[in-house]
C-alpha cells in the first residue's frame, strides 16, 4: 500500500528539501554540570513554599479535631488532641 499525498493535504506525506543546518555565533565550552546544578536547586524548595498558601490540614479520623505539622517532623501531620507528646 503506497502512501500518497491528497489534495487537501498535499506536503502531508512528501519530503521536502533538506534545511540548512543552524549556525550559531558562539563556540561550545564544556563546563562542569555541578556549577549549575548548585545554582538550579539552590534553597531546594522554600521558595515554592513562600509562594504556596499554607496546606490545609485533614481531621483526626478517632476524634475529627484539626491536625498540624509538630517542629520536630513538620511533613507528618498529627493529632494534638490524641496525640500530644508527638504534637509538640
Known amino acids: 500500500m503506497a502512501i500518497t499525498s491528497t489534495p487537501e493535504h498535499p ?19 564544556s563546563a562542569d554540570p555541578a556549577v549549575s546544578d548548585a545554582a538550579l536547586t539552590s534553597d531546594g524548595y522554600t521558595w515554592l513554599a513562600a509562594i504556596l498558601p499554607a496546606p490545609t490540614p ?6 475529627r479535631h484539626p491536625t ?21
Request: charged share 10%.
Open 11 to 29: 506536503a502531508l506525506f512528501t519530503l521536502g528539501p533538506d534545511a540548512a543546518p543552524s549556525i550559531s555565533g558562539l563556540a561550545h565550552v
Open 58 to 63: 485533614p481531621v483526626c479520623a478517632a476524634c
Open 68 to 88: 498540624v505539622l509538630p517542629p520536630t517532623a513538620p511533613v507528618l501531620w498529627t493529632c494534638p488532641r490524641c496525640h500530644p507528646q508527638e504534637a509538640r
